[in-house]
C-alpha cells in the first residue's frame, strides 16, 4: 500500500540551527507532494509544493524542499530557524491513483529553542 | 482571504451522544474532505466529495459515520453513537479539483481550524 513516511517523530533545535525534515513515499507513479504546517493551536498551513518542474521549490517563511524522484524523498529545509517555527509539519503527497485525496505522514513536532 | 469554516471548534460530550460537525469550504471550491487527526494515527483522511457527491468515505467507520452534503456550502459529519475513542481533532479541508481528467494535478488543500472533539 502506499504511504509517506516522516522518520523524524520530534526534532529540537537551538535558534539560527539549520533544518531538514526528512519525508519518503511508496509510489512508484506520478506525485504531487506538499508540505503542510500546523503551528500550536492553529489549523494546517500550505508551506510549499511540487507539482513538475524545477525539483527544488521554495515557499513561505524561508522554507524549500528538493524532490528526489530516484529517492522517493521530498525532504524539508531551511537554513536558520526561529523560535517562531516551533510547529508540527506534515508531509503530504497525492498520487495518481483513482483516490483522490492526500497521503499525509505522521509528522514532525519541531521544537525550537530561544 | 477566503477560509474554510468549521463549526463547533470545540465539543464535549458523552458517549452515546450523536455530534454533528459542521464544514463551509470555501466558494467555488469543488472538492471537500473530512480529516481526523490523533496522536496515534496522526492525520486520517475519512471521506472526501467531488461536487457533493461523496467519492471515498473508506477510511471512516460506516457503522457510526456519516457524512453529507446538503449543499454546496456546508458539509456534515455525524457520529452517532458517539465512544469515546472518536475524541481527536476533525478537520475539513477544501479545494478545487479539475474538471478534466486530473489525477495528480488538483491544486492545494485549504484547511479549517478544525473541531476538537471530546467523548467522555
Known amino acids: 500500500a502506499q504511504s509517506v513516511s516522516q522518520h523524524n517523530h520530534h526534532v529540537i533545535l537551538s535558534e539560527a540551527a539549520s533544518l531538514e525534515l526528512g519525508c519518503n513515499y511508496s509510489y512508484g507513479g506520478t506525485v504531487n507532494l506538499f508540505w503542510y504546517v500546523q503551528y500550536p493551536g492553529q489549523h494546517l498551513q500550505l508551506l510549499l509544493k511540487?507539482?513538475?518542474?524545477?525539483?527544488l521549490v521554495k515557499g513561505i517563511k524561508g522554507f524549500e524542499a528538493e524532490f528526489i524522484k530516484s529517492k522517493f524523498s521530498f525532504n524539508l529545509r531551511k537554513p536558520s530557524v526561529q523560535w517562531s517555527d516551533t510547529a508540527e509539519y506534515f508531509c503530504a503527497v497525492k498520487m495518481d491513483t483513482g483516490r483522490r485525496a492526500l497521503t499525509f505522514g505522521s509528522g514532525t513536532r519541531l521544537q525550537v529553542q530561544p | 482571504d477566503a477560509r474554510v469554516t468549521q463549526t463547533p471548534r470545540h465539543k464535549v460530550t458523552e458517549m452515546g451522544q450523536e455530534v454533528t460537525m459542521r464544514c463551509q469550504p470555501i466558494l467555488g471550491h469543488n472538492t471537500v474532505f473530512w480529516y481526523r487527526q490523533t496522536m496515534m494515527q496522526g492525520l486520517e483522511l475519512l471521506a472526501y466529495f467531488r461536487n457533493r457527491a461523496p467519492l471515498d468515505d473508506s477510511g471512516m467507520p460506516k457503522d457510526r459515520f456519516s457524512a453529507e452534503m446538503p449543499d454546496a456550502t456546508l458539509a456534515t459529519l455525524k457520529i452517532q453513537p458517539s465512544e469515546p475513542r472518536d475524541s481527536a481533532v476533525y478537520f475539513c479541508a477544501s479545494g478545487l479539483g479539475s474538471i478534466v481528467g486530473g489525477g495528480a494535478w488538483d491544486q492545494p488543500q485549504h484547511f479549517g481550524d478544525g473541531t476538537r472533539l471530546s467523548i467522555l
Open positions: 511540487y507539482f513538475s518542474g524545477d525539483p
